[in-house]
């Protein structure tokens, strides 16, 4: 070291090493990206088909550098800069933008979308759930941003979703993923989805809808479901009144579910003729807690 540097010029120095060598590395990540996309044929086209989208990887590659990270700098920050740089390698390898929820009178989706999907990520705010839906179905948006389900939605969004249609969408995440972020109006959670098929994360939620022709209790169906090495976590009950014969029972179960698992068969069996069809709706990795990220409650 110089004679005329001292201490807080060397540590300074070796900031700008550090430096270097994570824009180094970033450039790598980047080509690597790219690469990827090119492996998987993607060369434009639909913004809702998205193969090089894979929310279940990333959950799994940010729980990773959570449980191994050490030291003073914030978990959640850890977060926020991973979230930011996956979304910017996404767009690299093909057409990625968000369409999210945000009427006027409603605050914090688009905040949302924004600290998942990345700061430079084309977001479209759209006044109702199903306008946001039809970008997705239509292919002007990849995902989609809608409020989390209620048991009092008088027009929940989901029961749109009840098609075989390949171009209907599914439930691929749940935000906030990391820490919540600073909303303007308030904290709000939300479900994103798209065109992309959930993937086991060892930490994950499923969503599924039983259509009957008659209310189920929801003891019943928890019966039915415990039965089956099911367990849940919500039920939620719908009827239109324009067809007061389909009712419609949205659940969420803990743990990862496939459209063909044979325990849906024996809830099926067990719940007998009123049980007109089952409809998996996808899912996402569970989210972080605040005790996981060393936050105070």
């Known amino acids: 070291m110089d004679s005329a540097d001292s201490p807080l010029d060397d540590l300074r120095r070796q900031i700008d090493e550090i430096d270097t060598a994570l824009h180094e590395l970033l450039m790598r990540r980047s080509e690597i990206a790219v690469q990827i996309g090119m492996f998987k044929g993607n060369g434009g086209g639909d913004a809702a088909e998205s193969p090089f989208l894979r929310p279940g990887r990333e959950a799994v590659v940010l729980r990773r550098l959570i449980e191994r990270h050490r030291g003073n700098l914030p978990k959640a920050t850890i977060i926020r800069m991973w979230r930011e740089m996956m979304s910017a390698l996404v767009r ?17 989706y688009w905040d949302l979308a924004h600290d998942h999907f990345g700061s430079l990520t084309p977001i479209t705010m759209h006044d109702s759930s199903g306008q946001v839906l039809r970008a997705v179905i239509d292919g002007q948006a990849t995902v989609g941003v ?7 939605d008088g027009e929940p969004w989901w029961r749109y979703m009840l098609s075989n249609d390949a171009r209907i969408p599914r439930v691929i995440a749940r935000l906030p993923f990391g820490a919540p972020a600073t ?3 308030g904290a709000v959670e939300a479900l994103a989805v798209g065109r992309v098929v959930q993937e086991e994360t060892g930490k994950d939620r499923s969503l599924v809808v039983f259509e009957a022709t008659t209310e189920v209790s929801r003891s019943g169906l928890r019966a039915a479901l415990e039965a089956a090495a099911l367990e849940t976590v919500y039920i939620h009950v719908w009827r239109d009144s324009s067809n007061p014969e389909t009712w419609l029972h949205l659940i969420e179960i803990d743990g990862f579910l496939a459209p ?5 068969g024996a ?4 719940l007998g003729e009123s049980l007109r069809q089952i409809w998996p709706l996808g899912g996402y ?3 972080f807690t605040p005790a996981e990220l060393d936050l105070r409650t």
């Open 267 to 270: 809830v099926a069996r067990r």
């Open 183 to 185: 909303l303007f109006g």
């Open 146 to 152: 809608l409020p989390l389900p209620q048991q009092d």
């Open 260 to 264: 063909t698992d044979e325990r849906l």
């Open 92 to 108: 690299l390898q093909g057409p990625f933008a968000v369409a999210v929820y945000a009427p006027d009178q409603v605050s914090g």
């Open 285 to 287: 990795a569970v989210p």
